[in-house]
């Protein structure tokens, strides 16, 4: 059996606590792994002199793919986000985030099979802002009014929008292929291109061209807005929904909210030769060293991340592992117990035990 290097970031706050759990449970599963533990974040700063250390894009560029913890980001001031940093570096263009009902979580809707497939380099998030009354706004601001009929005020801050054709092209490609891959039957595209009849109306008109080049797999758009509406009301009626940075960040919350929240969703961050996987929370620092975290979406990022290197059925074993033990719902994090009483609940190393019982 090959054996698999992978590039190991545990993150801070809880993503130690969670990293260990998961590696723990893929060893379990006896594919074979070698770890490169790499550090990103601020504790990554003190070591190296820098959040996102060279050696540490490095080791996921050599190796091809890399499992992470959430990293704390400091709001308002301090640096960038490492996340974004790291997926704009190793030009991880995809962020995928499946929903799924894992049965005995809880949640007001069952049966949800959705998969959001979400641009991740490029619209209001490429990082191209400007400062309310700084010089750098001022000459952005004269520019669009000298050839704008709409003027824009000159104390405004601002935050550039951009969708290329290509960056829409290859994401909706994905998206495609991903259904195709995977038995899916249909791909809508989500979009604001009645009001950004420009920047969303390109992404709109890619995905169109795009979806004759798939006629196996039935392809219709929705507007943003109309699309979460639905979604609340007939989920099922969809299957993989592809969209620009912003609506997929919101839309997969949402859809993670659908299928019992932070606590239980993964997802990966994918470019043509390199993937990251990880789960979508952050480090809830208040659950920080105390062994209460839940586990389970740091596991199924590794799950996708098996998927991804062809280790189909360690990924379906743990998958499987994983919902049986949620579904008896005994040897679980407080979170995942309907009465969430932390006395009654086991921690996060127990829950690791419990699954890797499972298998
Ligand atoms: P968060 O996801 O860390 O926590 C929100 C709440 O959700 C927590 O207080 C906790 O009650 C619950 N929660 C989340 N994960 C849980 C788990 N595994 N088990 C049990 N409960 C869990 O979101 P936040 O508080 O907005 O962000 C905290 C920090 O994480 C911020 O600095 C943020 O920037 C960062 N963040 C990082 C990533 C990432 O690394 N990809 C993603 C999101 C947020």
Known sequence: MAKHAVTLIEGDGIGPEVTEATR???EATRVEFTWDKRDAGM?????????????????????????????????????????????????????LRPGKTIPGVQSAFTDID??????????????????????????????????SRRQVATDAAITIKMITPGGSRRIV??????????GRKLVTAVHKANIMKFTDGLFLRVAQEVAKEYPDIEFNDRIVDNMCMQLMQKPRDYDVLVMPNLYGDIVSDLVAG?????????????????????PIHGSAPSHAGKNEANPTAMILAGVMMLRHLGEVEAADKVERAVASIIKDGTDVTYDLRADRDPNRAVGTDKMADAIIARL
């Open 24 to 26: 723990r449970v893929l």
């Open 43 to 95: 504790d990554a700063a003190e070591r190296h002199g820098d959040v996102l250390p060279a050696e540490t894009l490095e080791s996921i560029r050599r190796h091809g793919v890399g499992l992470k913890g959430p990293i704390t980001t400091p709001i308002g001031e301090g640096f960038r986000s490492v996340n974004v940093g790291l997926r704009q570096a190793l030009e991880l263009y995809v962020n």
């Open 114 to 147: 959705l998969v959001i497939v979400r641009e991740n380099m490029e619209d209001t998030y490429a990082g191209v802002e400007f400062d309310t009354g700084t010089p750098e706004a001022a000459q952005v601001i004269a520019s669009i009014n000298a050839s």
């Open 173 to 182: 490609e994905f998206a495609f292929n991903y259904a195709r891959a995977h």
């Open 258 to 278: 659908m299928v019992g929240g932070l606590g239980v969703a993964p997802s990966g961050n994918i470019g043509k030769d390199v993937a990251v996987f990880e």
